[in-house]
């Protein structure tokens, strides 16, 4: 694809229930990113795909939060027992290889009520 | 972990005049500098991006300027338009550009570019 693409633009929740959020990163793209961003705040780091293989999850606030991308290409963020702090906007990078640029997406902007 | 400070917050200028936003870091290892742009209700943009073994990189109107001894770069853009209103984020990373770890962002600095 052009880019990086995102789904739901926006998910609002209730407390306590799961959600899940989809990535499909540029075709071709080995490594892909997740990360957090906060009512004006950058965007802070969750976890790291290279091909199928999570390489790193050391950002993951709590273990409610759980990535995965199977076939190495389109990845799912879910949250499990959503809490009101979870409410922000997740965004997906990927790029070509580990020492290349990476390209967001616009994010899911997640409201836990 | 790398500590990362943007200055200003915001920033006002009028249309036309120049803009230099600061970022400062703490990991020595840090090796590469980009500058994202993030625009209402969408996902960061990398608009520049500098390694350490330079000193200034230019790209038409922007431009990144570099003191790896002082720990910190800086984006500079020239002859400002209202498209350049936006949030802008360094992200200072070791291991290339972007690495094998995630990004570590700045706070950003709101741009706001008055007509």
């Known amino acids: 694809g052009a880019g990086v693409s995102q789904s739901p633009r926006y998910k609002v929740a209730k407390r306590g229930q799961d959600v899940a959020l989809r990535c499909d990163p540029i075709?071709?793209?080995?490594?892909l990113f997740w990360y957090q961003q906060a009512l004006g705040q950058g965007p802070e780091f969750l976890t790291y795909f290279q091909n199928e293989a999570q390489l790193d999850k050391s950002g993951l606030p709590s273990d409610r939060f759980f990535a995965e991308r199977p076939e190495g290409s389109v990845s799912t963020l879910k949250i499990q027992r959503t809490q009101q702090e979870d409410s922000a906007v997740y965004l997906c990078a990927s790029s070509l290889y580990k020492n290349q640029p990476q390209h967001f997406g616009d994010g899911t902007r997640l409201s836990i009520l | 972990g790398e500590n990362v400070e943007q200055h200003p917050s915001t920033l006002s200028v009028q249309e036309g005049d120049s803009a230099v936003i600061k970022c400062t870091y703490s990991d020595s290892a840090s090796n590469y500098f980009p500058w994202y742009k993030q625009e209402l209700g969408k996902g960061s943009q990398l608009i520049i991006d500098?390694?350490?073994?330079?000193g200034e990189k230019k790209d038409q109107r922007i431009a990144v300027t570099l003191n790896k001894t002082a720990k910190h770069f800086s984006l500079h853009i020239t002859e400002t338009q209202p498209e350049d209103s936006a949030v802008y984020f360094c992200a200072p990373a070791r291991g290339g550009r972007g690495g094998a770890d995630g990004l570590t962002f700045g706070k950003g600095t709101h741009l706001i570019i008055q007509p």
């Open positions: 500098i390694r350490s073994n330079v």
């Open positions: 075709s071709g793209h080995v490594s």
